[in-house]
Nanobody
Framework: QVQLVESGGGLVQDGGSLRLSCAAS????????MGWYRQVPGKQREKVAT???????SYADSMKGRFTISRANAKNTVYLQMNSLKPEDTSVYYCYAAIWSGREHGDYWGQGTQVTVSS
């Protein structure tokens, strides 16, 4: 079994910063693309940022310049540094990982962490 455990969400004021972390554990042979997505009630889950095992990053347009994704491969951990937060960034943020267990590929999700930006 594979688990993704997120941390770092919370309440922050408009213009503030937060850092999210997500650690993967369990049956992991290789950890491929990791990323962050977010979802508000009644809307589809949307991509925030992804990072490949080689460090190539991709961001949604509205996050470019404000958010930075990084990973520590030795710790099976992905991070999301969020700066200049806006009320519209309020959402549940989900960690994602594509994992090869040695027997099969799988897409895994964390349980989500709430980020609330007050105006």
């Amino acid at each position: 079994q594979v688990q993704l455990v997120e941390s770092g969400g919370g309440l922050v004021q408009d213009g503030g910063s937060l850092r999210l972390s997500c650690a993967a554990s369990g049956r992991i042979f290789s950890l491929n693309t990791m990323g962050w997505y977010r979802q508000v009630p009644g809307k589809q889950r949307e991509k925030v940022a992804t990072i490949t095992s080689g460090g190539t990053t991709s961001y949604a347009d509205s996050m470019k310049g404000r958010f930075t994704i990084s990973r520590a491969n030795a710790k099976n951990t992905v991070y999301l540094q969020m700066n200049s937060l806006k009320p519209e960034d309020t959402s549940v943020y989900y960690c994602y990982a594509a994992i090869w267990s040695g027997r099969e590929h799988g897409d895994y999700w964390g349980q989500g962490t709430q980020v609330t930006v007050s105006s």
